[in-house]
Structure formats: structure tokens, C-alpha cells
């Protein structure tokens, strides 16, 4: 990477960046609103009926799950509403023009938006330290599955923002589609506890991987293998990567 290149890399990130901690009450505030709910209703007191899932306290069986959906709701929100804002609003044009390689704005998108989604994760874990004990089994686990899933996202979040043509198709993307997958891969529950077919099914979504990776780094417990699941995921994400930087270079959904 060049020295233009690097300096207007460095500035990008740092706009994206700013972006979203300019406004703390858009960004934080209804992640905060949003768990604190989760925790007092599904932990606290459905927790006191269900008692515990795979051995442990069922509010801090949820409590990975509920970091993952902050997370990667968010890094996906950021970089699809970035990515979208820019084309809505033509701003974009100036990254475009700019002797900035598309790698690196590629890079600048994702690397922004998924610090956003590691941030709120962060601070769902800080949330779910007033209901639970919270303690770290594998921290290598946690961080690397942390880091490649919002990074996943953050690059999903990109080619959404690519393709999506007005502000309702990136909330039928997040609402009717990202966050169904996630309810539907093990938060609440544990795929053990389903029929056969049911398992079967259930291991047909990704979701299910990432958040037993989250719930391995943190409980040591897991229904899939941690080692697999943060294999395929690291291909995964580097595969949407390489696919958006092509788009870029194509300018799919950036020029008319």
C-alpha cells in the first residue's frame, strides 16, 4: 500500500468511524434499551422457570447470543447504511474519484462497521455483567469468533448497501432476514432440545455456528465444532470481501 493510498485509507476509516460515535444516542442508546429488555424478560424471569440449559443458568446461556445479535446487527447495519447513505446522497462519488485503490475502501467500510459491531457487543456483555456472573473460558475463542463475524457482517452489510435500491429494502434485509436467523440459531435455545429433523435443519444455519463459537469462548460449551465453524466462517468472510472489492471495481450500484 502506497502512502496515498495509506493516508486516504487512514481518512476514510476515520470518517466511517466518527460517523457513528458522533452520534451516541442513534448508535448506542437502543442497543442498551433493546437487551436490558432481553435480559430482564427472557433472563430473568423466564430464566427462573427454565432453570438451566446444557448445565448452565439459562440467562447466561442466552447471554451469547444476545452479543452476537448486537454485534452483527450493527456492523451490518453501519456498513449497508454507509454504503447506501453515500450512493443516496452522491457522497460516495469523492471516495470514487480520490486515488484510493478499492481494496481500501472496501476495507475502510468493513473495518468501521465491524468496530461499531464489537463495540456494541462489548457492551451487551457489560449489560448482561449486572444480571450474571460473566466469565471467559477461551478468550481466543471469544475474540477471534468476535472479530470474524462482525467483519462477516460488516462485509454482507457492503454488498447490501450495493444492492439495495431504497431505505425499505435494507430494513426487509435486517428485519425479515438477519435478525429471523439469529432467533432462529440457538439464542434462546438449544438445538438439543429439538426433534432430529428439527437439528438437522437448524444446523443449516449459520447462525447456529456463530453463536456457539461466541457461547464456547465464554462457557466452554458448545454443540458444534468450534474449530470447523471458525474455518468455514474465516473462508466465508473472505470470500464476500474479495466479491465486494470486484463489485467496486465493476462499480456495481455506485455509478448510474
Do not use: C, K
Request: neutral net charge; glycine residues 8%.
Amino acid at each position: 500500500m502506497s502512502s496515498v493510498d495509506m493516508t486516504g485509507f487512514v481518512a476514510l476509516l476515520r470518517r466511517e468511524i466518527l460517523r457513528f460515535l458522533r452520534r451516541p444516542r442513534n448508535t448506542f442508546v437502543p442497543p442498551f434499551i433493546t437487551n436490558v429488555l432481553y435480559f430482564s424478560v427472557f433472563g430473568v424471569i423466564l430464566g427462573e422457570r427454565i432453570n438451566e440449559i446444557a448445565g448452565v443458568p439459562y440467562i447466561l446461556f442466552i447471554l451469547p447470543g444476545l452479543i452476537v445479535l448486537g454485534a452483527i446487527s450493527n456492523a451490518f447495519e453501519n456498513a449497508s447504511f454507509s454504503i447506501f447513505h453515500g450512493r443516496w446522497n452522491r457522497y460516495i462519488e469523492e471516495a470514487l474519484t480520490s486515488p484510493l485503490s478499492y481494496s481500501s475502501m472496501v476495507w475502510a467500510y468493513i473495518l468501521s462497521s465491524a468496530l461499531r459491531g464489537v463495540i456494541v457487543g462489548t457492551l451487551v456483555a457489560i449489560i448482561g455483567a449486572f444480571f450474571t456472573s460473566v466469565g471467559v473460558t477461551h478468550p481466543f475463542y471469544l475474540v477471534a469468533f468476535m472479530l470474524v463475524i462482525t467483519l462477516l457482517f460488516a462485509s454482507l452489510g457492503v454488498l447490501g448497501g450495493l444492492w439495495a435500491e431504497d431505505f425499505d429494502d435494507l430494513t426487509m434485509l435486517n428485519q425479515f432476514i438477519l435478525r429471523p436467523l439469529v432467533f432462529f440459531g440457538g439464542v434462546f435455545y438449544s438445538i438439543a432440545e429439538l426433534p432430529q429433523t428439527l437439528q438437522q435443519v437448524s444446523l443449516l444455519n449459520p447462525m447456529i455456528y456463530m453463536v456457539n463459537g461466541v457461547r464456547y469462548g465464554f462457557l466452554g460449551v458448545s454443540e458444534v465444532d468450534p474449530n470447523t465453524s471458525l474455518a468455514v466462517l474465516v473462508v466465508f468472510a473472505a470470500v464476500v470481501t474479495a466479491f465486494n472489492v470486484a463489485l467496486f471495481r465493476r462499480g456495481y450500484g455506485l455509478t448510474d
